[in-house]
């Protein structure tokens, strides 16, 4: 699905990958999964800052669970690098009491799986009733931690994205399709 290549004045070449039309439809038919899933119990989706947090409002917004809590998590591990220091840090947790309720981990991109790692097993302590995944990209074939994307917008097998959401050292956050940096890292 790739198309057009922009460019920008840091000397770095985007290259479409998703375009906002098919994350669109995409978040749709996550949503709908997720509520034949659900139905109308309890849940709580919890979303993991800063990455996914336009994908998170998009996708709540297509929910029609009348019982769904919102909570925010913040972790990081890539600081200003475009690969993972190995190394997970807590920044924020939620503020809901999880103990026997149903919650949805809502990510930006699931790659490595170390950072989901982590934020499962630190839930799983808090004995949820269940415990799922929602990511935007699925890269699973670079997983470096036992972790499962229950419901997975798309599978991407390599290259480093941006937009929607997904950044490079902060930027590109704003960009309304998910692009490919083709060349200047």
């Keep these: 699905m790739e198309s057009a290549t922009t460019g920008n004045n840091e000397g770095i070449t985007l290259k479409t990958v998703f375009n906002r039309d098919i ?16 139905g109308n119990t309890p849940l709580v989706a919890v979303c993991v800052l800063k990455g996914a947090f336009i994908f998170f409002s998009d996708l709540v917004r ?9 909570d ?4 990081s591990s890539y600081g200003m690098n475009s690969a993972s220091s190995r190394h997970v840090i807590f920044n ?10 149903h919650v949805l981990i809502v990510e930006d991109i699931v790659d490595s799986g170390l950072t989901m790692r982590f934020l499962a097993d630190a ?11 929602a ?8 997983r470096e931690a036992a972790i499962h994307v229950d419901f997975a917008g798309f599978q991407l097998p390599g290259g480093f994205i941006v937009g929607y959401g997904l950044d490079y050292a902060e930027r590109y956050r704003g960009l309304p399709d998910i692009c490919k940096i083709a060349t200047g890292l």
């Design 123 to 133: 839930f799983a302590a808090r004995d949820p009733l269940s415990l799922r995944i």
């Design 23 to 38: 994350i669109a439809q995409r978040v749709g038919e996550l949503a709908e999964a997720i509520d034949q899933t659900y």
């Design 92 to 101: 924020k947790d939620i503020e809901t009491d999880i103990r026997g309720k």
């Design 72 to 75: 925010f998590v913040r972790l």
């Design 135 to 142: 990511a935007l990209v699925d890269k699973s074939e670079r």
């Design 62 to 70: 297509c929910l029609k669970n009348p019982l769904l809590e919102l």
